[in-house]
């Protein structure tokens, strides 16, 4: 069956770092984008990162621009997100994600079950 496993999640001070990974099983992760999204108490779920199959480009939402970094290892089945100089605003329990495209231009999406995020002094 289909997984994804995050890891990496805790508790870090303001300006600390955290590398979350996401492990991933039962599809074809080399040809599915991947991303992170993230959702904090009474917030929707939001997009944070986004790598597409081929590797040839990212995307990162605003708040996170020049702080947070996406990666992919096709050969190992993991993405992961390395997260620099940590905020309180932050905080959230962090998703891995996957979208994978199916005949007739089906996508399907899976999701992991979260690893929290916690930023604060």
């Known amino acids: 069956q289909v997984q994804l496993v995050e890891s990496g999640g805790g508790l870090v001070q303001p300006g600390g770092s955290l590398r979350l990974s996401c492990a991933a099983s039962?599809?074809?992760?080399?040809?599915?984008?991947m991303s992170w999204y993230r959702q904090a108490p009474g917030k929707e779920r939001e997009l944070v990162a986004l790598i597409p199959s081929d590797d040839s480009s990212t995307y990162y939402a605003d708040s996170v621009k020049g702080r947070f970094t996406i990666s992919r290892d096709n050969a190992k089945n993991t993405v992961d997100l390395q997260m620099n100089s940590l905020k309180p605003e932050d905080t959230a329990v962090y998703y891995c994600n996957a979208v994978q495209r199916r005949r007739g231009n089906v996508r399907v999406s899976y999701w992991g079950q979260g690893t929290q995020v916690t930023v604060s002094s």
């Open positions: 039962g599809f074809t992760f080399s040809s599915s984008a």
